[in-house]
Protein backbone atom coordinates (compact mmCIF):
# COMPACT_ATOMS: atom_id res chain seq x y z
CA UNK A 1 0.00 0.00 0.00
CA UNK A 2 0.83 3.52 -0.39
CA UNK A 3 1.72 5.55 2.71
CA UNK A 4 1.86 9.05 3.47
CA UNK A 5 4.06 11.50 5.47
CA UNK A 6 2.91 14.27 6.64
CA UNK A 7 5.29 17.32 8.26
CA UNK A 8 5.17 18.49 10.18
CA UNK A 9 2.53 16.67 13.08
CA UNK A 10 1.78 20.38 14.58
CA UNK A 11 2.40 23.86 14.24
CA UNK A 12 2.03 26.99 15.91
CA UNK A 13 1.21 30.30 14.00
CA UNK A 14 -0.60 33.56 14.15
CA UNK A 15 -3.61 35.03 12.33
CA UNK A 16 -2.12 36.64 9.26
CA UNK A 17 0.67 34.16 8.71
CA UNK A 18 1.21 31.88 5.69
CA UNK A 19 1.39 28.64 6.36
CA UNK A 20 2.94 25.83 4.29
CA UNK A 21 2.43 21.70 5.40
CA UNK A 22 3.91 18.78 3.56
CA UNK A 23 2.77 15.51 2.17
CA UNK A 24 5.06 12.79 1.16
CA UNK A 25 3.89 9.47 -0.64
CA UNK A 26 6.06 6.39 -0.54
CA UNK A 27 5.94 5.66 -4.20
CA UNK A 28 4.43 8.20 -6.80
CA UNK A 29 1.38 9.19 -7.42
CA UNK A 30 1.05 11.09 -10.00
CA UNK A 31 -1.41 14.22 -8.90
CA UNK A 32 -3.74 12.39 -7.12
CA UNK A 33 -3.34 13.76 -3.84
CA UNK A 34 -6.19 15.57 -1.93
CA UNK A 35 -6.10 17.58 1.20
CA UNK A 36 -8.92 17.69 3.91
CA UNK A 37 -9.76 20.38 6.81
CA UNK A 38 -10.94 19.13 10.00
CA UNK A 39 -12.28 20.81 12.88
CA UNK A 40 -13.21 19.08 16.49
CA UNK A 41 -16.44 17.03 16.74
CA UNK A 42 -16.84 17.50 12.73
CA UNK A 43 -16.22 15.23 9.49
CA UNK A 44 -13.03 16.21 7.16
CA UNK A 45 -14.31 18.73 4.88
CA UNK A 46 -12.45 18.22 1.25
CA UNK A 47 -10.28 21.64 0.40
CA UNK A 48 -8.11 20.55 -2.35
CA UNK A 49 -8.34 17.94 -5.25
CA UNK A 50 -5.64 16.68 -7.79
CA UNK A 51 -2.85 18.30 -5.81
CA UNK A 52 -4.23 21.46 -6.90
CA UNK A 53 -7.67 22.04 -7.52
CA UNK A 54 -9.88 23.96 -5.15
CA UNK A 55 -12.66 22.82 -4.26
CA UNK A 56 -16.16 24.68 -4.62
CA UNK A 57 -16.15 27.28 -1.84
CA UNK A 58 -13.06 27.30 -0.30
CA UNK A 59 -12.05 30.34 0.40
CA UNK A 60 -8.92 31.64 -2.47
CA UNK A 61 -6.35 31.39 -0.02
CA UNK A 62 -5.69 27.79 0.43
CA UNK A 63 -3.72 26.48 -2.20
CA UNK A 64 -1.95 23.18 -3.26
CA UNK A 65 1.33 21.98 -5.33
CA UNK A 66 3.04 18.88 -6.29
CA UNK A 67 3.34 15.85 -8.20
CA UNK A 68 4.87 12.58 -8.17
CA UNK A 69 5.82 12.42 -4.56
CA UNK A 70 6.03 15.55 -3.19
CA UNK A 71 3.27 17.78 -2.09
CA UNK A 72 2.38 21.11 -0.10
CA UNK A 73 -0.80 22.62 1.48
CA UNK A 74 -0.24 26.49 2.00
CA UNK A 75 -2.87 29.16 3.79
CA UNK A 76 -1.54 32.47 2.21
CA UNK A 77 -3.02 34.42 5.30
CA UNK A 78 -4.16 32.31 8.29
CA UNK A 79 -7.82 33.41 9.30
CA UNK A 80 -9.38 32.30 12.90
CA UNK A 81 -11.76 30.00 11.64
CA UNK A 82 -8.17 28.11 9.36
CA UNK A 83 -6.82 26.73 12.98
CA UNK A 84 -8.15 22.87 12.63
CA UNK A 85 -6.43 19.78 12.01
CA UNK A 86 -5.30 19.20 7.75
CA UNK A 87 -4.91 15.54 6.40
CA UNK A 88 -3.63 14.32 3.01
CA UNK A 89 -4.79 11.63 1.16
CA UNK A 90 -3.21 9.73 -2.21
CA UNK A 91 -6.16 8.65 -4.67
CA UNK A 92 -3.58 6.71 -7.13
CA UNK A 93 -5.19 3.49 -5.52
CA UNK A 94 -8.91 4.68 -6.01
CA UNK A 95 -9.80 1.57 -4.12
CA UNK A 96 -7.01 1.38 -1.25
CA UNK A 97 -6.59 5.31 -0.42
CA UNK A 98 -4.48 6.09 2.39
CA UNK A 99 -4.29 9.12 4.58
CA UNK A 100 -1.09 10.86 5.95
CA UNK A 101 -1.02 11.05 10.09
CA UNK A 102 -2.89 14.72 10.30
CA UNK A 103 -0.81 17.94 10.87
CA UNK A 104 -2.44 20.32 14.02
CA UNK A 105 -2.97 23.97 13.47
CA UNK A 106 -2.85 25.66 16.72
CA UNK A 107 -3.05 29.52 17.01
CA UNK A 108 0.54 30.89 18.69
CA UNK B 1 -28.43 18.03 -1.57
CA UNK B 2 -26.66 14.54 -0.69
CA UNK B 3 -26.49 13.91 2.61
CA UNK B 4 -25.39 10.41 4.12
CA UNK B 5 -26.19 9.06 7.91
CA UNK B 6 -24.99 6.53 9.85
CA UNK B 7 -26.33 4.63 12.48
CA UNK B 8 -26.07 1.72 14.62
CA UNK B 9 -25.28 0.87 18.41
CA UNK B 10 -22.57 3.09 20.32
CA UNK B 11 -21.45 0.49 22.23
CA UNK B 12 -20.22 -2.94 21.49
CA UNK B 13 -18.95 -5.75 23.72
CA UNK B 14 -15.72 -7.39 22.80
CA UNK B 15 -15.36 -10.06 21.14
CA UNK B 16 -18.62 -9.28 19.10
CA UNK B 17 -19.85 -7.77 15.45
CA UNK B 18 -19.74 -3.91 15.38
CA UNK B 19 -22.77 -3.40 12.63
CA UNK B 20 -23.68 0.21 11.21
CA UNK B 21 -25.72 1.27 8.17
CA UNK B 22 -25.69 4.34 6.08
CA UNK B 23 -28.47 5.92 4.89
CA UNK B 24 -28.35 8.45 1.78
CA UNK B 25 -30.62 10.62 0.78
CA UNK B 26 -30.85 13.21 -1.75
CA UNK B 27 -29.30 10.82 -4.28
CA UNK B 28 -29.27 7.47 -5.93
CA UNK B 29 -26.69 4.97 -4.29
CA UNK B 30 -27.11 3.06 -7.74
CA UNK B 31 -25.38 5.88 -9.47
CA UNK B 32 -22.48 4.69 -11.58
CA UNK B 33 -20.12 7.41 -10.93
CA UNK B 34 -19.52 6.94 -7.11
CA UNK B 35 -18.26 4.35 -4.47
CA UNK B 36 -19.36 4.70 -0.92
CA UNK B 37 -17.13 3.56 1.65
CA UNK B 38 -16.50 3.73 5.37
CA UNK B 39 -13.20 5.55 6.93
CA UNK B 40 -13.04 5.59 10.77
CA UNK B 41 -10.90 7.74 13.22
CA UNK B 42 -10.12 6.56 16.74
CA UNK B 43 -10.35 8.94 19.38
CA UNK B 44 -7.31 12.03 19.16
CA UNK B 45 -5.96 10.13 16.06
CA UNK B 46 -5.90 9.53 12.24
CA UNK B 47 -8.02 9.09 10.09
CA UNK B 48 -8.45 4.99 8.63
CA UNK B 49 -10.21 3.57 5.25
CA UNK B 50 -11.80 0.79 6.06
CA UNK B 51 -13.19 -0.18 2.64
CA UNK B 52 -15.35 0.72 0.07
CA UNK B 53 -18.39 -0.61 -2.38
CA UNK B 54 -20.01 -0.01 -5.46
CA UNK B 55 -23.77 -0.36 -6.09
CA UNK B 56 -23.22 -3.56 -7.45
CA UNK B 57 -22.01 -4.97 -4.97
CA UNK B 58 -18.01 -4.91 -5.34
CA UNK B 59 -16.30 -4.48 -2.03
CA UNK B 60 -12.54 -3.36 -1.74
CA UNK B 61 -10.95 -3.50 1.62
CA UNK B 62 -8.11 -2.29 4.30
CA UNK B 63 -5.44 -5.07 3.80
CA UNK B 64 -4.86 -4.42 7.67
CA UNK B 65 -8.69 -5.26 8.23
CA UNK B 66 -10.12 -7.68 5.12
CA UNK B 67 -10.50 -10.86 7.56
CA UNK B 68 -12.89 -8.82 9.89
CA UNK B 69 -14.75 -6.66 7.42
CA UNK B 70 -17.96 -7.33 5.28
CA UNK B 71 -19.07 -4.72 3.81
CA UNK B 72 -22.81 -4.37 1.74
CA UNK B 73 -25.59 -2.80 0.07
CA UNK B 74 -29.50 -2.36 -0.33
CA UNK B 75 -30.12 -0.27 -3.60
CA UNK B 76 -33.90 -0.75 -2.51
CA UNK B 77 -33.54 1.03 0.78
CA UNK B 78 -30.04 3.55 -0.46
CA UNK B 79 -28.53 2.00 1.93
CA UNK B 80 -24.92 0.59 2.72
CA UNK B 81 -23.36 -1.18 5.89
CA UNK B 82 -20.64 -2.41 7.20
CA UNK B 83 -19.84 -5.24 9.80
CA UNK B 84 -16.90 -5.64 11.43
CA UNK B 85 -16.29 -8.93 13.53
CA UNK B 86 -14.12 -9.90 16.73
CA UNK B 87 -14.16 -6.43 18.02
CA UNK B 88 -11.14 -5.28 20.70
CA UNK B 89 -10.92 -1.63 22.13
CA UNK B 90 -8.77 -0.93 18.86
CA UNK B 91 -11.79 -0.84 17.02
CA UNK B 92 -13.70 2.18 19.20
CA UNK B 93 -13.45 4.99 16.92
CA UNK B 94 -15.64 7.51 15.25
CA UNK B 95 -16.89 5.77 12.07
CA UNK B 96 -18.10 7.71 8.82
CA UNK B 97 -19.42 6.65 5.80
CA UNK B 98 -18.51 8.40 2.50
CA UNK B 99 -19.18 8.89 -1.17
CA UNK B 100 -16.19 8.49 -3.36
CA UNK B 101 -15.29 9.07 -7.03
CA UNK B 102 -12.17 8.01 -8.26
CA UNK B 103 -10.51 8.21 -4.87
CA UNK B 104 -12.18 11.91 -3.74
CA UNK B 105 -14.34 12.45 -0.67
CA UNK B 106 -16.36 14.98 -1.12
CA UNK B 107 -19.80 13.91 0.48
CA UNK B 108 -19.44 12.71 4.29
CA UNK B 109 -21.40 11.24 6.98
CA UNK B 110 -21.61 13.32 10.58
CA UNK B 111 -19.86 10.41 11.84
CA UNK B 112 -20.94 7.97 14.91
CA UNK B 113 -18.84 7.03 17.62
CA UNK B 114 -18.67 2.89 18.34
CA UNK B 115 -16.91 2.41 21.65
CA UNK B 116 -16.09 -0.80 22.47
CA UNK B 117 -16.33 -1.91 26.26
CA UNK B 118 -17.61 -4.90 28.36
Redesign the interface.
Known sequence: DIQMTQSPSSLSASVGDRVTITCRASQSISSYLNWYQQKPGKAPKLLIYAASSLQSGVPSRFSGSGSGTDFTLTISSLQPEDFATYYCQQSYSTLEITFGQGTRLEIK | QLQLQESGPGLVKPSETLSLTCTVSGGSISSSSY?WGWIRQPPGK????IG?IYYSGST?Y??SLKSRVTISVDTSKNQFSLKLSSVTAADTAVY?CAR?V?????Y????TLVTVSS
Open positions: YGLEWSYNPYMRGVIRWGQG
